[in-house]
């Protein structure tokens, strides 16, 4: 359950806590650090990060720092590479695994153009609220994404012209239940049987509870954290929403912390959707709303207590979904979690309370208005957060402006209907092949006002064709040689 209406218009610090740059100094100066990490994203969401003596920041709101955009994914060509950060001390906190160390986010600047770079992510989040801002529909947009995850105790993976393997290990995995090791315990969640499961079972409660506390030491709000249903490994941290480009901040920050706390207990952590056969991937369902001069403008009286923009955003979210998924679901892995059978949001319906839908909208207090909200499901934690909390967004609005009938909802479990009735539900692309040829007809919803620019979206393309599609279509498979060796 999301706790959605617990922390309203409450600072992800704490009550009364709001950091800028000289409380960002103050903290450097109480703490005695020594030096500053500066932190940005890359336009595939990698953070990328470089460290100078704090003495190089002025904490006058003027700090500009300049690195070379040409080594970065998806910015600059060699020949125009001088770039700029700006730090935004809003983000400051003491990083709990660099010593002595304030870390900061920056949003990227291009002196070339002497404006916000366009390829930056984080500034398309800050466009997208101002594109809200300026749309009349509300003033702040609220997103909470639930990410998922993998722990494990070993993972290698090798690619050569002449083999290609990957191995996953985990002493929670029930494949280990016939280990011959001298003192098999034998506690071990079966597959699609690991929701919620005690210690000694969960045998990741001490390291989630590190995560979790490292998490509000550094400024993050926690709601629980548990056990998910793969058998090895997988869990989930629930963290507090918040506004569009924030909640993208709160995510990278999430996968840093977690990183990093599960390398300290020598366990590796991986965010990709699908990396056990059969059984449950990874997800990051969205919940999101859209607020007006403090009210919430998705509560109303229509079907399950949502407004009719909430309606219409919902329709906007379902009619642009085969190209939102390029963004949302952005890895060719992606599409091994995107099938039916394994709770999947393959399916391109909106119902109350209903997982097997796309879009789901939680069973709330009807006298409590601020909880009222919608989640979309098909989002997984490989996609950048900043791109794809802002195409979220940008799906819903142009739902609202072209007033787009969602049609009804459909309150079956789609996974047991009959196949007449579930084939005539659209669903998700299939593959990032497919999602990116829907992106490339499908993106004057992305682009209006500016948001994401043509150049953005045609960047985005070319690289999952020529890295990431190709690359894999390419390769053989080596379940390609259990079927085909001795043809």
Known sequence: MFLYFAYLFTDSRGPGVKMDAQSANELARKQKLELVDVKFSDLYGQWQHFTMPISMLEFNGKDVLPFDGSSIRGFKEIQESDMELIPDFSTAFNDPFSSSTLSVTCDVYDPHRKASYERDPRSIAKKAEKYLQGSGVGDTAFFGPEAEFFVFDDLRFDQTENSGYYFIDSAEGIWNSGNGESKNLAYRPRFKEGYFPVPPHDSLQE????????????????????????????????????????????????????????????????????????????GM???????????????????????????????????????????????????????????????????????????????????????????????????????????????????????????????????????????????????????????????????????????????????????????????????????????
């Open 285 to 487: 369902h969205c919940h999101q709303s859209i607020w007006k001069e403090g009210k919430n403008m998705f509560s109303g009286d229509k079907y399950a207590g949502l407004s009719q923009h909430a309606l219409y955003y919902i329709g906007g979210l379902l009619a642009h979904a085969p190209s939102l998924a390029a963004i949302l679901s952005p890895t060719t892995n992606s599409y091994k979690r995107l099938v039916p059978g394994f709770e999947a949001p393959v399916n391109l319906a909106y119902s109350q309370a209903n997982r097997s839908a796309a879009i789901r909208i939680p069973l709330t207090d009807p006298t409590i208005t601020a909880a009222k909200r919608i989640e979309y499901r098909p989002p997984d934690p490989s996609c950048n957060p900043y791109l794809a909390f802002s195409a979220m967004l940008l799906a819903g609005l142009d739902g609202i402006k072209k007033k787009t009938d969602p049609g009804e909802a459909v309150s079956e479990n789609i996974y047991h209907m009959s196949k007449e009735k579930a084939d005539k539900i659209r669903k998700l692309p299939g593959s990032l092949e497919s999602a990116i040829s829907a992106l490339e007809s499908d993106h004057d919803y992305l682009i209006s006002g500016g948001v994401f620019t043509k150049d953005v979206i045609e960047t985005w393309i070319e690289h999952k064709r020529t890295k990431e599609i190709d690359p894999i279509r390419l390769r053989p498979h080596p379940y390609e040689f259990h079927l085909y060796h001795d043809v």
């Open 207 to 282: 390291v989630r509870n590190d995560m979790i506390l490292t998490m509000m030491r550094c400024g993050i709000t926690i709601e629980k954290h548990h056990h998910e249903v793969a058998t090895a490994g997988q869990c989930e941290i629930g963290i507090k929403y918040d506004r569009l480009t924030k909640s993208a901040d709160n995510i990278q920050l999430y996968k840093y912390i977690v990183k990093n706390i599960a390398k300290r207990h020598s366990k590796v952590v991986t965010f990709m959707p699908k990396p056990l056969f059969d059984d449950n991937g990874s």
